[in-house]
C-alpha cells in the first residue's frame, strides 16, 4: 500500500517513479503490462520509464533535480555509451537544449556507426571473396567495389585460371 500511495504522489520525478515501478514489480512478481493495467498508464510508458533506471546515475540525478527533463532523459536512455550520454546531459543543461535538438544529436551520432558497422561487414565480405578465389585459382586475386581482379602471368596461366573458374562455377 505504502508503494501504490507513493507511486500516486504527483510530486515524484521520474526516476523516483521508476524506482517505485521497479520496486512494485520486483516485490509483487508484476510484469510490464501488469503494471500498466494496475496503475492505469500504457506498457509504452512504463516501458519508458524503467528504461531511465540504465541511465548513469549522475543524469538520473540531473532528473531528480531537474536539471533536465524526463522528456530528455527518454532520449538518452536509448543511446549506448555511457560517456556520450553523460556529455550530452550535460551539454542540455549548459546550452539549454530542447528535446526535439538532442534527438537530432542522437540521430547523427548514430548514423555514422550504422555506417561503419555496414562498412566493416561489407569489408569481411570482400576479404572471405577474395580468400576463396586466391585458394582456388592459386592467384592473388582482389575483390574491391564492382570489380574483381586477378593476376595472371602468361596466356596458358589465364587458361588454367579460366579452367579453374569454369569447373567451379559449373558445379
Do not use: C
Amino acid at each position: 500500500l505504502a508503494l501504490i500511495e507513493n507511486i500516486q504522489r504527483e510530486d515524484l520525478s521520474a526516476i523516483e517513479e521508476a524506482k517505485a515501478y521497479k520496486k512494485f514489480m520486483d516485490n509483487m512478481g508484476y510484469t510490464q503490462e501488469m503494471l500498466a493495467n494496475r496503475f492505469n498508464k500504457s506498457r509504452t510508458y512504463i516501458t519508458n520509464l524503467l528504461g531511465l533506471l540504465k541511465l548513469p546515475s549522475l543524469v538520473q540525478d540531473m532528473v531528480i533535480t531537474g536539471k533536465i527533463s524526463a522528456s530528455h532523459a527518454r532520449v538518452l536512455s536509448k543511446m549506448e555509451d555511457e560517456t556520450e550520454i553523460i556529455t550530452l546531459a550535460n551539454k542540455i543543461v549548459r546550452e539549454n537544449l530542447t528535446v526535439r535538438d538532442i534527438e537530432d544529436i542522437s540521430r547523427e551520432e548514430e548514423i555514422p556507426k550504422r555506417k561503419q558497422i555496414k562498412h566493416e561487414e561489407k569489408d569481411l565480405k570482400l576479404k572471405i571473396y577474395e580468400n576463396t578465389l586466391r585458394e582456388m585459382t592459386g592467384s592473388k586475386a582482389v575483390v574491391s567495389k564492382k570489380k574483381i581482379v586477378i593476376p595472371f602471368d602468361s596466356n596458358s596461366d589465364l587458361d588454367r585460371i579460366m579452367e579453374i573458374l569454369n569447373v567451379k562455377i559449373g558445379e
